[in-house]
């Protein structure tokens, strides 16, 4: 591989890594902070963002893209759900006022994917009923679930209706997980669960 | 030494060489092979699938993993690395702080979960994904917004809210054209071909016939247009991406509820619809109507279409009253636009201590007759806010966001004080939700906050000038007098 494609490649490498750091930064900030040739870099941020793996703000500032949401789930085997989970997380939240969560979680840790957190909820410690359901397995061997806090004092036909919504939306997620094949190599490595809540 | 060919044996074709994948394209393929295959892949499988040599590819390897972007610490195998988690991590949070910044803080208390209209159950579109990819580019976009009518103080609403969405996301809009096509099928194709020829990179379209869009439609989306209905449209025939509205069904049943549990099951009911070429006026009376039928006490004196006009409803009803047929125990509106006008029908006829319990709101109007009159009064806004959220809807649309193929703008069933019904019980009573210190005209599930007035409202957006608003000023005040 010649010198300047190895040049290409690293720009790749470190824009990806830096913008998972502190994303929000220009190409040319980028550039000169992490010392590479300004042509190369954005020539590179065009491709990452034609690709989806970054994309830029009215600013021109890079941002991680669409695709990075299915690479994070892809870990845990839930790569195909990314795109439904970012798009009907809100909608489960607006349409039940309840705070909407996934969950993924194998037999030792949980890990919380995406929240949504309703207008009434200040985020604290909170007594409100909580309620779930099931999404389904990976190939991983991970298990995802859906999980509403309601409203205080929520009502029982409330917490019946809320409870249904979920199941609707349990089920378009399930659906991404239809055919799906069995693991190619292994299980989410141990070292980057980062994000494990509990 | 050189092989000697055979005489008269032609030389073998060689295959044509193959131009070599830039290494960096190798990676960002890589990268999305990753997402592909849920997180993991064989290194020869990757060398299989990206055409990139063996050699290439482990160097490529390195530098990524240099990088923590994948994890080649299994023998053979291709990994995430823990920087590619910390992006779609960062990604999360991004969105979870864009969605905060839209939740409006509540204005009102309300009795039941607000918003909670749990359209997931009824409607199975709300839970189905477009896919936008195909729409994906950079900001700022060129918006525009092709409205079918502006012929009364709701559609003057609905362009406020748009407008105010181009207001609220400047960073995000270069410019935001209105055309109204003032009911004329004909005249709303040129609109939306002109928007086209301007160079529009999405359009918010509220449809008066949709048969005759389809083909326009059709032609901006092979043109990497998307389109997002908002209001009006049949969205099983038109091209788009997203349909924003309000479920109209249900704003029928449970007005057509209320109504016919507060006669106790017994009476004549007046049913003035909307404008019949709209699917909303429709799908409201098909829903009020499947209620009606399951009580055999109540008859249906008529069926008059008001194209949701008071003076049509005024006209109608006052026409009824005179001719002293039977009488009328209660009046089914779809909106207050026409139910102000059988109202002040009533009060011209001199009835104005036994008015019928009537149905409709939106218009302030509506509410400060039945409050001021005393006559029981339930409706179900139709909010104007959708406006705001088709707007927001085909940002996320061109920044290739998936959104919900059917998105449920929420809203509040109001009834005036002391008439809940067994099975209606409102969100708000009508005195919590009039707006006594605004102009009659004011539409008031707008979204556009409590001190919006129609008739001052003014707007600067990247497309308008002298901060004018689209909306037609003819429009305005049409309820004065009578």
Known sequence: MPADETAGVAAVAKLLARVAETPGRTVAALAAELGLRRSTAFAVAAILDASGLLERDAGRRLHPGPITARLRLARYGFGAMADKAETLMPVLRDDTDASASLFVSDTERTFLVVRRRAVWDGGGESVSRRIEAPV??????????????????????????????????????????????????????????????? | MKR?????????????????????????????????????????????????????????????????????????????????????????????????????????????????????????????????????????????????????????????????????YENLISSFSVRHARLDARRQTRDIEALLASGVDGLVLSAHESEALVEILGQAERRGVPTVVVDRGRAEILPHVSFVTCDDRMIGDITARWLAERLRGRGSLLLLPGLIEAEPARRRLEGAQAVFARYPGLRILDVCWTGWRHERGREIVAAKLAGRGEPIDGVWCDSGLQAVGSLRAYLAAGRSGALPPHTGGDLNLAYKLAIRHGVAQAAVDYPPAMGLRSVEVLIEVLRGRSVPRRVEVPTEIVVTRGDATRSVRPDLWSDEHVRWDLPDDLILASGLGPSYDPRSYRVHYKGNRYNRSAADRAARSPYAGG
């Open chain 1, 136 to 198: 389904g397995r990976s190939p991983a061997g991970f298990a995802a679930r859906l999980s509403l806090v309601l409203r205080p004092k929520a009502s029982e036909a409330e917490a019946r209706s809320a409870a249904a919504c979920m199941g609707q939306v349990a089920a378009a997620l399930a659906k991404t997980l239809e055919g799906k094949a069995a693991p190619t190599v292994r299980r989410a490595s141990r070292s980057s669960a980062r994000d494990a809540v509990r």
């Open chain 2, 4 to 168: 000697k060919r055979k005489p008269g044996v032609a030389p073998r074709a060689r295959p044509p060489a193959r131009a070599p994948v830039p290494g960096r394209e190798i990676a960002v393929g890589l990268m999305l092979l990753l997402a592909e295959l849920e997180g993991h892949v064989g290194t020869g499988d990757a060398a299989k699938r990206l055409g990139a040599p063996r050699s290439s590819l482990n160097r490529i390897l390195r530098i990524l993993a240099q990088a923590q972007l994948v994890d080649l610490s299994v023998r053979g195998s291709i990994s995430l690395g823990s920087a590619t988690t910390a992006l779609g991590a960062r990604r999360d949070e991004m969105l979870r702080s864009e969605d905060e910044r839209r939740l409006a803080p509540r204005r009102k208390q309300l009795n039941r979960a607000p918003g909670s209209s749990y359209a997931l159950l009824r409607i199975a579109d709300c839970a189905q994904v477009a896919d936008t990819a195909r729409f994906r580019r950079t900001p700022k976009f060129r918006l525009g917004f092709s409205n079918a009518s502006i012929d009364n103080a709701w559609r003057t609403a609905l362009v406020h809210s748009a407008e105010y969405a181009a207001v609220r």
